[in-house]
């Protein structure tokens, strides 16, 4: 039931990464979050066996799954990392983990084929935890993901201040409490492999519930924490648009009445021409234009009345904001990245 609503979880996630899939250049959370959701799929019961059977009854769609994790925790710490450090030490970091991650899926094949086992099992380390080279076999996954999790949850929570933006902070908050998580989980997972080894089945078991939760919560954690960026881009620029629309065309109407007759003041020659540009752009030009025709002829002011003003003033408080956010500062990655 656990791997289900994990597998629900995640596969939400892709869900809502997916609507930008074409806006953004980075597309590691999506490639983490699909590879993750294949992983957590594959280890179903029924989905299990009937793979597993089609494909002999060797138990390789376990290790297809911990193939299909450790990938998806390494792009998943690449996206992170990428949105919370300077761009040069990317690449460089890139190599490095490319090369732990080669070596990890090594030793999970090498572990793996040594492991006897007997028909499918939907309780593989259960089933076979007591053999060393399955103890070797899981803790070759978990101390990578622990690794990785853990490096990953300190970037975020040692960022997250340098977000501009508030729902980044709060996204990065959340992947920090679940790498927290998902390292508590590791630590119980390598106890109990401990446990079995040495055939003391009734502790394993005891520590078993507390593994359900923290795996429950390690991905609740991280799921939330990686939706907030995406669903908060779409909310926000929807209300962007109908606050841009609205004063795009109550301004239409004060440009028309003051540049008609300063016809001089106008940059571009027509608003069809205007209207192809960015809504901002296009706000920030009428305005502009505006202005230099109030400045040029101020006896066009007794043509606006306070409705006008109003739009006025409302539009160059909304510009304010965009435009102010341009000059240069330090800007963390993570407000496109992630």
């Known amino acids: 039931m656990i791997q289900i609503v994990a597998a629900a979880l995640i596969w939400l996630l892709v869900i ?11 597309h590691s959370v999506l490639t983490a979050a699909m590879t993750i959701s294949v992983a957590l799929t594959l280890n179903i019961d029924q989905i299990y066996v009937g793979l597993d059977s089609a494909l002999g009854g060797r138990n390789f769609v376990d290790l297809l799954a911990n193939v299909c994790m450790v990938v998806g925790i390494y792009f998943l710490a690449r996206a992170i990392i990428r949105a919370a450090t300077p761009d040069e030490t990317v690449e460089k ?22 492991i006897v086992t007997q028909g499918s099992s939907t309780r593989f380390m259960l089933d076979y935890g007591n053999q060393w080279p399955a103890a070797l076999y899981s ?8 690794f990785v999790v853990s490096v990953t949850g300190i970037t975020c929570l040692r960022f997250r201040g340098d977000m501009l933006r508030p729902y980044f902070r709060a996204s990065f908050t959340l992947i920090g409490v679940g790498c927290a ?14 446990l079995h080894l040495q055939g003391r089945l009734n502790a394993m078991r005891s520590v078993s519930p507390v593994y359900d939760a923290a795996f429950v919560a390690a991905m609740v954690f991280l799921c939330v924490g990686l939706a907030i960026p995406p669903v908060a881009h779409r909310v926000l620029g929807r209300k962007q648009s109908a606050t841009e629309e609205e ?14 007759k300063r016809q001089d003041v106008r940059l571009l ?17 009428m305005l502009v234009e505006v202005q230099d025709a109030l400045l040029v002829e101020p006896g066009l002011g007794s043509s606006l009345d306070i409705h006008d003003l109003n739009v006025l003033n409302a539009a160059e408080n909304y510009l304010a904001g965009p435009f102010v956010r341009q000059v240069p500062v330090r800007r963390r990655n993570g407000e496109r990245a992630l």
Do not use: N
């Not at 803790?139 to 622990?146: A, E, K, N, T, W």
């Not at 390292?183 to 106890?191: G, T």
């Open 269 to 285: 020659r027509g608003t069809e021409m205007v209207t192809q540009q960015d809504r901002a752009k296009r706000l920030h030009r």
């Open 181 to 194: 998580f998902a390292v508590f989980l590791v630590i119980l997972v390598l106890v109990m492999d401990v």
């Open 247 to 260: 004063l795009a065309s109550d301004l239409t109407k004060i440009w028309e009445k003051t540049t008609k």
């Open 93 to 114: 970091r890139h190599r490095a983990g490319i090369l732990l991650l080669a070596a990890v899926i090594a030793g999970l094949a090498a572990s793996f084929s040594a």
């Open 16 to 26: 809502c990464l997916l609507p930008g899939l074409w806006r953004r250049r980075d």
């Open 139 to 146: 803790s070759v996954q978990f101390l990578y993901i622990g």
